[in-house]
């Protein structure tokens, strides 16, 4: 059944037990033998083989077309299913079973179209009406959804159909309760252990969907479905080496015929590996699996291509909370890099959406989103309110860290502002001018001076290094922390001769010669403080260095 199987399928690389094999040997196997095992590929080998000896009819054709759908190789049922409908007095079975196919390949509108050729010669199936009904969803027929939905029956085929649109619309907790009330009374539809731990999976309790899949992977431990939901735990709980290590053991069972879900662990294996071949990988994928767009976003923005990653999600019309996230932080990353007002505004609006919405409010992503939102607005205080409460799940993740060391220290908590600037390790955040500024202005505000003039040491020249001996000189200089504001100031003054700069520069040297006089500062300064006075050819320098010389020999400090 589509998006219903109720039986648990058998996986890659099963095996028989010894007795059973010598039995086989002594006859020749049938069809129902292997249907009953739904081994498709032996049944498909038994019924191309009666085609291929002239003793293939139309029932022949039909289970071979009914076992390419179960092996996942849609395409080929699609063939078959053709060809049958084009045969006099098809069966009206024939033509919701290629509307199937074409459902699962994505073609919707053949799909429709197909379907509803049924409903002139028989009348409407359980089966027809479920395709029918996802098919509204895909097109976002609201009213036609809710008439086949009210067609839908208490029976449980219908009901995980129920279930299914329930997940797609990212109502989890309705799905899982459908599911729950089966497994109630049918126990044995292990499967649907599954399909609970993949909306717990989708609400963020990876733990619980463990629990929950540990129970169909006792009865079936090469269920490439299972086997990869329990990767993708392993990816949230701990890392992308656990995670490729659980796909691993399921590539190792698979047969070289076996293809079901091979894209799908393609696709996660690119993920595991912190984006390794998604240029190979990904793009092939995009609107076959629906997070492999997501991904190349994501892709793109790690490597700063930020106009690519715009070009690829923005005309994608955002349904999921996830969307909505992937559009922001591309819209606010372009905004921040081109100045655009536009952009940061669209960036804010996704953000507050997501995290003002009732289902993530209270989600880490959701706060995540409100913090970002305030961030935007400059409203510092409002995002640390969000950020104090999701800290403890981000200790060493060193971007949510650079975000709440900006805020810290926007507010005017510059002590705390520096310990965070600190744990940042990525050497990429940490030569980016931002990081820089704002530690060097935490150092200039918790009276460390000296470790801001380092950090302008250690770069190299360029307009950002001079934008940091500004903010030093000015921030030194409100501070009342002089000698490294003359410091900076000279070298702004040979950079650039602004008199605005040797103002500052005669402020910060009298500045000292105060703070020296007063014992703040050691005496010995003195002479790097009259030696920056003399790099100036301003007439006003003599009678300030004269004034200096004769306190430094009425008091005996030696300055040349």
């Known amino acids: 059944m589509m998006l219903s199987r109720t039986k648990p399928a058998v996986g890659p690389g099963s095996s028989a037990t010894t007795a ?56 080929r049922a699609m063939e078959e299913y053709e060809r049958l409908t084009k045969r006099d007095g098809c069966h009206p079975d024939n033509w ?19 379907t509803q050729k049924v409903e002139d010669k028989a009348p409407n199936s359980h089966l027809q009406n479920r395709l029918l009904f996802h098919l509204s969803h ?5 009213k036609r959804l809710m008439g086949y939905h009210q067609n839908l029956q208490d029976v449980v085929e219908d009901q995980l159909s129920l279930a299914s649109i329930h997940y797609l619309r990212s109502h989890y907790q309705e799905a899982i309760d459908i599911y729950k009330r089966i497994l109630l009374d049918n126990r044995e539809y292990l499967a649907l252990n599954v399909y609970v ?13 463990q629990e929950v899949l540990a129970v169909y992977l006792q009865q079936h431990t090469d269920s490439a479905v299972a086997l990869n939901l329990k990767a993708c735990n392993h990816f949230r709980l701990y890392n992308g080496k656990a995670a490729e290590a659980e796909l691993k053991s399921l590539q190792d069972m698979a047969s070289p015929s076996f293809i079901f879900a091979q894209d799908l662990v393609k696709h996660n294996l690119v993920v595991f590996r912190n984006g390794e071949g998604a240029l190979q990988i990904l793009p092939p994928l995009i609107d076959v699996i629906p997070e492999a767009r997501l991904n190349l976003v994501i892709y793109y923005l790690k490597q700063d291509d930020v106009n690519e990653a ?9 349904t999921t909370p996830q969307e909505y996230i992937l559009k922001g932080v591309v819209n606010a990353s372009l905004g921040q890099e081109q100045g655009s007002r536009e952009h940061l505004k669209i960036a804010q609006q996704y953000f507050q959406l997501v995290g003002g919405s009732a289902s993530e409010c209270d989600t880490i992503p959701g706060r995540q989103c409100m913090a970002a939102c305030f961030f935007l607005l400059k409203q510092f205080e409002d995002v640390l309110i969000y950020f104090n409460s999701i800290k403890s799940y981000f200790y060493n993740d060193d971007t949510f860290n650079f975000n709440y060391a900006q805020a810290k220290s926007a507010v005017g908590n510059y002590k705390e502002g520096e310990e965070v600037f600190l744990l940042i390790q990525s050497e990429k955040i940490k030569s980016d001018y931002t990081y820089l500024s704002w530690l060097a202005r935490c150092y200039i505000m918790n ?16 307009g950002e290094s001079f934008s940091l001996l500004q903010l030093i000189a000015n921030d ?3 501070m009342g922390q002089f000698y490294y504001a003359a410091k900076a100031f000279d070298v702004l003054e040979r950079l650039d001769p602004n008199p605005e700069y040797w103002e500052g520069k005669r402020g910060a040297c009298v500045g000292v010669f105060q703070l020296i006089i007063a014992g703040h500062e050691p005496r010995e300064v003195l002479r790097d403080v009259v030696a920056m006075l003399r790099n100036t050819g301003n007439p006003q ?8 010389k004769k306190w430094a020999k009425d008091n005996r400090v030696p300055i040349s």
């Open 20 to 75: 059973k094999v010598d039995k086989k040997k002594k006859q020749m196997p049938k069809l129902e033998d292997f249907l009953s095992d739904r081994d498709y590929t032996g049944a498909i080998t038994v019924l191309e083989f009666n085609r291929n000896s002239g003793k293939s009819n139309e029932e022949n054709d039909m289970w071979i077309a009914y076992c390419a759908f179960h092996l996942g190789d849609y395409k």
């Open 96 to 114: 919701v079973n290629l509307g199937c196919c074409y459902f699962l390949l994505g073609m919707y509108d053949e799909s429709d179209k197909a």
């Open 138 to 142: 895909k097109f976002n027929d609201e």
């Open 197 to 209: 731990a993949l909306c717990y999976y989708k609400l963020d309790y990876y733990d619980v969907s």
């Open 310 to 318: 715009y070009n690829l999600i923005k005309d994608l019309e955002p």
């Open 447 to 462: 009276r460390k001076a000296r470790l801001a003039w380092e950090l302008y040491l250690k770069m190299e020249t360029s």
């Open 476 to 478: 030194c200089y409100k």
């Open 541 to 548: 320098v003599e009678y300030i260095v004269r004034t200096m």
